[in-house]
């Protein structure tokens, strides 16, 4: 899980790049198709991302909508002893320990979610500045 999410990541990074690369050169009507189509074949890998931040996050909310029900069972209802003594320990657990999804080393959640933006956004300027000379922009900047 955690490879498939850098690896989306960087592949972002260079489809973007390559995108940009060659919207600035002028580049050959091949070469503007194959960036167009590694931009499609990116949304699909972009989109599962979203995807997995978006329904981990929600395990955590409905977590908590699920916290008031139990405690409201367990005050006013009249059950057994071990049905009770069960509602009261679920209870605990939901309270002292909001249940998160990870995968090994990272926390699936808008947190993880930002980080990527965040590094998405630096080594896309750090290659675009590492590539400005051969775009073109000094020529046109001493004219």
């Known amino acids: 899980m955690l490879q498939a999410v850098t690896m989306s990541v960087f592949f972002t990074i260079f489809v973007v790049f390559g995108l940009i690369h060659a919207y600035a050169i002028d580049a050959s009507e091949t070469m503007m198709q194959v960036a167009k189509n590694n931009i499609v074949y990116d949304e699909f890998y972009v989109l ?22 139990t405690h409201k069972a367990i005050c006013y209802g009249s059950y057994g002893q071990r049905i009770f003594r069960e509602l009261r320990c679920f209870s605990q657990q939901l309270e002292h320990h909001t249940p998160k999804i ?9 947190t993880l979610f930002y980080s990527v933006a965040g590094t998405f956004t630096t080594y896309l300027v750090i290659l675009l500045q590492f590539d400005v000379g051969s775009l073109g922009f000094r020529h046109q900047n001493e004219t």
């Open 48 to 69: 599962v991302f979203v995807l997995m931040v978006v329904f981990a996050s929600l395990v955590g909310r409905n977590c908590n909508r699920v916290k008031t029900p």
């Open 102 to 110: 990870n995968c090994g080393m990272l926390d699936l959640d808008w």
